[in-house]
């Protein structure tokens, strides 16, 4: 136990070590190259942003609420989509490849367009981050339904299982591996969605934050907002992780 | 004459690939006594699978008739149907006993009773004090019993075996059918027990029914008069090598 202890202790020791690592790189490429501050600030310089008064905790709030929400929205939509093309083969011949053409349309294109329908709004960010992160999901969902031994399916249809049993018992855990491998690569692209629709329609957040102080050239706040952008994400990455291990167990992980 | 458990007439099954008709079961007729331990043997793609899918009510005839429950045994579809496969198929997420549960759960039986009968099982298998493990932990023959577990604790009326012993190697597998041998003889349950091995169809089978390449067609169907229990120098028996002589024969390897 104590073995094991020392082991987590020192595996998270070194990750803390090699990010202050990369904080020292960054001052001292700064102090020794000289580089002006509206170019690159130094981390003190990064974090005494802080303290102008730039509404950050609410602007961090709505910048969280609409990578959240438009990740977990997404998460339940993939899943469901997927089961239910499962389910039903017509409905997979033919929305499948719909899905797949939609998910071609550039939702950045979009970001003018939701303007002019749902007006400015966290609302219309949270569907933005929605659509690009959900396909990653969806596939992941689907291969990993696929990958469920017929036999085992055909074991408990032999009991006269319900559709839903099949789906709890068997479908559900045997594919959330794959699920878990797939909204992990989400994270990322529902934060890049976010901050998109912020740059595109937005009067609150993170990313419209950066383009105010854009103007005022405050690079240090634009350093700040990034680095806040990527704690969200970091976050949410960690309760995946987190979530991961709860629900996926043992060697059904590796795999 | 009393009326069989099973009764297969003029059974038959055609599967519709791409742009032809696969005829995977011609022409199967055969009874099946209530307790009756019946080997079916036969070459590779012959119809022995989809026999058995049609015996779990996984797939429909189609043609011919098929009638489970008779001379005095009833039989219910949806609960007394167990099946082993080649692959253990355990749930890897789930500890053993709760593997062994799962038919349990699926049809909502007490589950109280049910976890009792699944640990008297697991001992029955051999499987004492692996309750709490994960599969994994197990070797392969350990998984298999643990699967023969789960196929009995819904103590359902029939048993379907499709090559269950296929993968494990040839020392685990005459122990494996020793065991089984036990385990039928104290459960008194109908097995159907679908194998490649002539020795295991012989040694096992109150009866053995041979099946030719596709499509399965009965190319004969006899009771193994060999006594019970069964050890294993009884495959040393002239008897025995005269029934798998008999076998040989009828798949052309002779
Ligand atoms: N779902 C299916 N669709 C089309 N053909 C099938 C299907 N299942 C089995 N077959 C074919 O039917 C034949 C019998 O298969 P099977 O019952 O699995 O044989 P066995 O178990 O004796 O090896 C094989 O030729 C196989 O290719
Ligand atoms: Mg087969």
Same mark, same amino acid.
């Given at each position: 136990?104590?073995?094991?202890?020392?082991?987590?202790?020192?595996?998270?020791?070194?990750?803390?070590?090699?990010?202050?690592?990369?904080?020292?790189?960054?001052?001292?490429?700064?102090?020794?190259?000289?580089?002006?501050?509206?170019?690159?600030?130094?981390?003190?310089?990064?974090?005494?942003?802080?303290?102008?008064?730039?509404?950050?905790?609410?602007?961090?709030?709505?910048?969280?609420?609409?990578?959240?929400?438009?990740?977990?929205?997404?998460?339940?939509?993939?899943?469901?989509?997927?089961?239910?093309?499962?389910?039903?083969?017509?409905?997979?011949?033919?929305?499948?490849?719909?899905?797949?053409?939609?998910?071609?349309?550039?939702?950045?294109?979009?970001?003018?367009?939701?303007?002019?329908?749902?007006?400015?709004?966290?609302?219309?960010?949270?569907?933005?981050?929605?659509?690009?992160?959900?396909?990653?999901?969806?596939?992941?969902?689907?291969?990993?339904?696929?990958?469920?031994?017929?036999?085992?399916?055909?074991?408990?249809?032999?009991?006269?299982?319900?559709?839903?049993?099949?789906?709890?018992?068997?479908?559900?855990?045997?594919?959330?591996?794959?699920?878990?491998?797939?909204?992990?690569?989400?994270?990322?692209?529902?934060?890049?969605?976010?901050?998109?629709?912020?740059?595109?329609?937005?009067?609150?957040?993170?990313?419209?934050?950066?383009?105010?102080?854009?103007?005022?050239?405050?690079?240090?706040?634009?350093?700040?907002?990034?680095?806040?952008?990527?704690?969200?994400?970091?976050?949410?990455?960690?309760?995946?992780?987190?979530?991961?291990?709860?629900?996926?167990?043992?060697?059904?992980?590796?795999? | 004459m009393s009326?069989a458990f099973i009764?297969l007439?003029?059974?038959?099954?055609?599967?519709?690939?791409?742009?032809?008709?696969?005829?995977?079961?011609?022409?199967v007729t055969m009874d099946i006594e209530q307790g009756e331990f019946v080997s079916l043997v036969g070459p590779s793609?012959c119809?022995k699978?989809?026999l058995?899918?049609?015996?779990?009510?996984?797939?429909?005839?189609?043609?011919?008739?098929?009638?489970?429950?008779?001379?005095?045994?009833?039989?219910?579809?949806?609960?007394?149907?167990?099946?082993?496969?080649?692959?253990?198929?355990?749930?890897?997420?789930?500890?053993?006993?709760?593997?062994?549960?799962?038919?349990?759960?699926? *049809?909502?039986?007490? @589950?109280?009773?049910?976890?009792?009968? =699944? &640990?008297? /099982?697991?001992?029955?298998?051999? #499987?004492?004090?692996?309750?709490?493990?994960?599969?994994?932990? *197990?070797?392969?023959? @350990?998984?298999?019993?643990?699967?023969? =577990? &789960?196929? /009995?604790?819904?103590?359902?009326? #029939?048993i379907?075996m499709d090559e269950p012993f296929g993968?494990l190697d040839a020392l685990t597998r005459d122990k494996m059918n020793l065991e089984l041998m036990r385990i039928w003889r104290e459960s008194r349950k109908t097995i159907v027990f679908v194998t490649h091995s002539i020795p295991e169809a012989i040694f096992l089978g109150t009866r053995v029914a041979v099946l030719t390449a596709?499509?399965a067609r009965m190319a004969d169907n006899f009771r193994v008069d060999l006594k019970m229990p069964r050890k294993l120098e009884v495959k040393t028996s002239g008897k025995f090598g005269r029934y798998a002589l008999r076998i040989y024969r009828l798949l052309g390897l002779e």
């Amino acid at each position: 136990m104590t073995t094991w202890m020392a082991e987590k202790s020192k595996h998270y020791g070194l990750i803390i070590a090699i990010h202050l690592l990369v904080v020292l790189i960054w001052y001292l490429f700064v102090e020794i190259w000289d580089v002006p501050a509206y170019v690159m600030p130094t981390p003190q310089a990064t974090l005494a942003a802080l303290t102008v008064d730039y509404n950050w905790l609410a602007n961090t709030k709505v910048t969280a609420i609409e990578i959240f929400g438009g990740y977990f929205i997404a998460v339940f939509v993939g899943v469901g989509l997927a089961l239910l093309f499962s389910w039903f083969r017509l409905l997979n011949t033919t929305l499948m490849p719909l899905v797949v053409s939609l998910n071609m349309i550039p939702k950045v294109a979009m970001g003018p367009l939701f303007i002019v329908w749902m007006s400015y709004g966290v609302i219309p960010n949270i569907i933005i981050a929605f659509s690009i992160c959900f396909l990653p999901i969806l596939l992941t969902t689907d291969r990993g339904l696929k990958e469920i031994e017929p036999d085992l399916v055909d074991l408990v249809r032999a009991l006269k299982a319900s559709r839903w049993q099949i789906f709890t018992k068997i479908q559900l855990p045997g594919s959330l591996p794959y699920i878990f491998s797939g909204m992990k690569v989400a994270v990322v692209l529902a934060v890049a969605g976010a901050i998109v629709g912020e740059f595109i329609a937005s009067q609150e957040g993170l990313g419209y934050l950066m383009l105010q102080v854009q103007v005022t050239l405050d690079t240090a706040a634009m350093f700040m907002a990034v680095l806040l952008i990527t704690l969200v994400g970091v976050a949410l990455y960690l309760l995946v992780l987190a979530l991961e291990h709860v629900f996926v167990i043992r060697d059904s992980r590796v795999q | 004459m009393s009326e069989a458990f099973i009764k297969l007439d003029a059974v038959r099954k055609v599967y519709q690939a791409r742009d032809e008709e696969i005829v995977a079961v011609s022409d199967v007729t055969m009874d099946i006594e209530q307790g009756e331990f019946v080997s079916l043997v036969g070459p590779s793609g012959c119809g022995k699978t989809t026999l058995l899918k049609i015996l779990a009510g996984l797939h429909q005839q189609d043609g011919g008739t098929v009638s489970i429950g008779g001379g005095g045994v009833s039989f219910d579809p949806s609960r007394d149907v167990g099946m082993v496969f080649q692959a253990a198929l355990l749930l890897k997420w789930r500890k053993i006993i709760d593997n062994v549960l799962l038919p349990a759960e699926i *049809l909502g039986l007490p @589950m109280g009773e049910a976890r009792e009968r =699944a &640990r008297d /099982l697991l001992a029955m298998v051999g #499987l004492d004090g692996f309750e709490e493990k994960y599969p994994y932990e *197990l070797s392969g023959g @350990m998984q298999q019993r643990a699967a023969i =577990a &789960r196929s /009995l604790v819904h103590d359902p009326k #029939l048993i379907l075996m499709d090559e269950p012993f296929g993968a494990l190697d040839a020392l685990t597998r005459d122990k494996m059918n020793l065991e089984l041998m036990r385990i039928w003889r104290e459960s008194r349950k109908t097995i159907v027990f679908v194998t490649h091995s002539i020795p295991e169809a012989i040694f096992l089978g109150t009866r053995v029914a041979v099946l030719t390449a596709r499509p399965a067609r009965m190319a004969d169907n006899f009771r193994v008069d060999l006594k019970m229990p069964r050890k294993l120098e009884v495959k040393t028996s002239g008897k025995f090598g005269r029934y798998a002589l008999r076998i040989y024969r009828l798949l052309g390897l002779e």
